[in-house]
């Protein structure tokens, strides 16, 4: 992916707001979501956000085509990008996603003779609600953080190594397309099956040890045919777009249920999504190496090792988990930084990811969302679960109102955010994936 004039960090915009220091939402980032005014009965379209608004594709599209200047692929997109959902958009590809970035951000620009026309098709984020921003056919979550893996696993078996395979193929199980959720949406506490302590048989109960995990989501783009399989180059080519992804755990499910096939009920309940899909054009600037590998671990197989990818494949991404109590907001208090890292703690890139999922003819479709597994970090500023971070509950967090977490409590919110930065280029932002945890039915 090549940088262009989109990424250069002297742009401004009309959009004030879009220069606020702590904003995410520049001119350079102009992610791709759907919304309408909350408690309306508007219809959902397609937006871009802009700053602290959001622009109305669909008002954009319905304005006199002198208004709008552009060429016949950019308003193609835009007309998909203005629709309820944004598969059609992702179906179109890169071409058509290129020509329509490029088109929105000199409209955007300063001195750009369409502003006032423009402006009237701002609406303040402030005022909007979010949906799923695609139709989510498939939901693939992987496990491709080796620290995570060896956090989590030791967890439950000190000194546990990780598995061979964890080292040859990007390890992943199919989760659940119908429970995927927007941020925002509360999620109830889960019953399940539970093994208490020193029992013999399982109890069906409300979960006790409800778990947070930090993820990237992938949204694939235009996906291969059944039957065809992905280079790490195409698979890169394809791709529309990452947003933020929290895979709700509970742990107590999973260290019952999870042998011999791995996690089902544990962790379909609810998975949540953030509202803006970051374009991987736009995260052009912030591919970085991917971090090499220990010196004893094997080389990846050759259609899953490409010089170029290992070269640019990781992506120079903060992420951050914050928690905050039902109490805690009662009393004004601010969400409490709980740990933050960064994306390039996986032992697979994104690339690799998605092309290993191809690689047996399994077809991926526009819209398809591959979660890359919970990031952490090898210390615990970075763990990206509770149960790494209470050492599976042996080890509490004390919130800033005295209260002690293990696991999750009812009434309580988790919110992840994550930028973009590189030295040179303005940072972007993902905007926040939250939800508050309600107590079971
Ligand atoms: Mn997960």
């Known amino acids: 992916m090549l940088l262009n004039e989109t990424h250069d960090p002297s742009l401004q915009s009309w959009v004030a707001s879009a220069h606020k220091a702590d904003t995410d939402f520049p001119i350079q980032n102009l992610p791709h979501g759907v ?22 594709l669909a008002a954009l599209a319905a304005l006199p085509s002198h208004e709008r200047p552009m060429d016949d692929e950019a308003a193609q997109a835009l ?13 179109l590809g890169p071409a058509a996603w290129r020509a329509l970035r490029l088109a929105l951000s000199r409209a955007l620009r300063v001195g750009a003779p369409q502003a006032a026309a423009w402006r009237a098709c701002l609406v303040p984020q402030a005022e909007a609600e979010y949906r799923l921003p695609v139709e989510v056919g498939n939901y693939t979550d992987f496990f491709t953080s080796s620290h995570h893996a060896l956090n989590a696993g030791r967890v439950f078996q000190p000194g546990r190594e990780l598995l061979p395979q964890f080292k040859w193929l990007p390890i992943g199980y199919h989760g659940r397309a119908s429970t995927v959720a927007i941020s925002d949406t509360p999620l109830q506490r889960p019953a399940g099956q539970i093994l208490l302590p020193g029992q013999q048989q399982p109890v069906y109960a409300p979960t006790r040890q409800l ?34 992804l929290n895979d709700w755990s509970a742990r107590d499910f999973q260290a019952w249920e999870y042998q011999p096939l791995g996690p089902l ?23 970085v190496a991917q971090p090499a590998r220990p010196v004893n671990d094997p080389a990846p197989l050759p259609y899953l090792s490409n010089t170029e990818d290992q070269a640019h494949g990781a992506l120079a991404i903060t992420l951050e988990v914050f928690l905050s109590s039902a109490t805690m907001r009662e009393q004004g208090m601010p969400p409490l930084h709980l740990s933050s890292g960064p994306a390039s703690n996986m032992y697979w890139t994104i690339n690799q990811i998605v092309t290993h999922h191809a690689s047996n003819g399994c077809n991926l479709n526009p819209g398809d969302l591959l979660g890359t597994g919970t990031i952490s970090a090898p210390t615990r500023d970075g763990f990206g679960s509770l149960l790494e971070l209470t050492q599976g509950g042996r080890d509490p967090i004390t919130l800033p109102t005295g209260e ?26 993902f905007g926040d994936c939250r939800a508050i945890v309600l107590p079971a039915r």
């Open 211 to 244: 778990d947070f995990e930090l993820e990237l989501a992938v949204l694939v783009g235009t996906g291969n045919a059944l039957g065809q399989t992905l280079s790490l180059a195409q698979a890169e080519q394809q791709l529309f777009g990452l947003c933020l």
């Open 79 to 91: 007309l998909a990008a203005s629709q309820a959902r944004l598969n059609e958009l992702m179906a």
């Open 404 to 429: 002690a977490r293990t696991f999750l409590e009812d009434g309580d919110e988790v919110i992840l955010r994550a930028t973009a930065s590189a030295d040179g280029f303005v940072s972007i932002g």
């Open 35 to 56: 919304f309408r005014r909350q408690q309306s009965t508007e219809a959902w379209r397609g937006g871009v956000a802009i700053g602290d608004a959001i622009l109305d």
């Open 265 to 287: 009920l544990a962790k379909n309940f609810h998975s949540t999504i953030s509202p803006w899909v970051v374009t991987q054009e736009a995260l052009a600037p912030f591919r």
